[in-house]
Structure formats: structure tokens, C-alpha cells
Nanobody, 123 residues
Framework: QVQLVESGGGSVQAGGSLRLSCTAS????????VGWFRQAPGKAREGVAGINSDGYTSYADSVKGRSTISKDNAKNTLYLEMNSLKPEDTGMYYCAADSRWMLTLGAGLYRYWGQGTQITVSS
């Protein structure tokens, strides 16, 4: 079992920046992937960025170039830094994890989920 707790959300104006954190606890795996997903009201949950145990990363086109996903293995913490935030970035952001090496941004392929942290971007 893996427990995930997100933090760092908030309200910002367009053009601002935020850094999300996700702290993991539970059974460690050698091969894993972790990612950030978001869900806006009335919309499906979508992948934002992911990283696997070897450090390979993947980003959604909508955030590529203005977001960075990283992890601190010593702290069991995943980060997502988002810059140049837009109103369309508004949503609940979730951290997710799964015990496999192959990285994907498909939400249905992740077994463990946090409770989410809200980002609201005003224009």
C-alpha cells in the first residue's frame, strides 16, 4: 500500500507560479512511476506530468515548457513546479503512483491516489 499526500495548491493570478508537493509513504518499489493529474469541474481527469524511477519524464502538451516534475528520493517527495499559470490550469491536482517502470499519463493505469490539492488561476 502507498499513501500520497499533496500540498502546495492555492489561488494565483495568471502568469504566476506554484510548486506542488506530494509526499509518499508505504511499501517502496524499485520500479515505479508517479505523476500529477488534474481535474476541472465537469471535465475528465487528465495527466499533467509523470516521472519514473529512472527519472524519465513525460508532460502533457498543455503544460510542456512551463512545468517541471521532479522527485527527491531521500524525502519520498514528488514535486510539480508550474510557471506562467493560465486560467485553464484551474482544477484539483492529484498525485498518483503505480509500481511499474513504463511511464504513461493515463489516469486509469495508476493504482494509488492522493486526496488532491486545488489550484485556482484568476485572469
Amino acid at each position: 500500500q502507498v499513501q500520497l499526500v499533496e500540498s502546495g495548491g492555492g489561488s494565483v493570478q495568471a502568469g504566476g507560479s506554484l510548486r506542488l508537493s506530494c509526499t509518499a509513504s508505504g511499501t517502496a518499489k524499485n520500479n515505479y512511476c508517479v505523476g500529477w493529474f488534474r481535474q476541472a469541474p465537469g471535465k475528465a481527469r487528465e495527466g499533467v506530468a509523470g516521472i519514473n524511477s529512472d527519472g524519465y519524464t513525460s508532460y502533457a502538451d498543455s503544460v510542456k515548457g512551463r512545468s517541471t516534475i521532479s522527485k527527491d528520493n531521500a524525502k519520498n517527495t514528488l514535486y510539480l513546479e508550474m510557471n506562467s499559470l493560465k486560467p485553464e490550469d484551474t482544477g484539483m491536482y492529484y498525485c498518483a503512483a503505480d509500481s511499474r517502470w513504463m511511464l504513461t499519463l493515463g489516469a486509469g493505469l495508476y493504482r494509488y491516489w492522493g486526496q488532491g490539492t486545488q489550484i485556482t488561476v484568476s485572469s
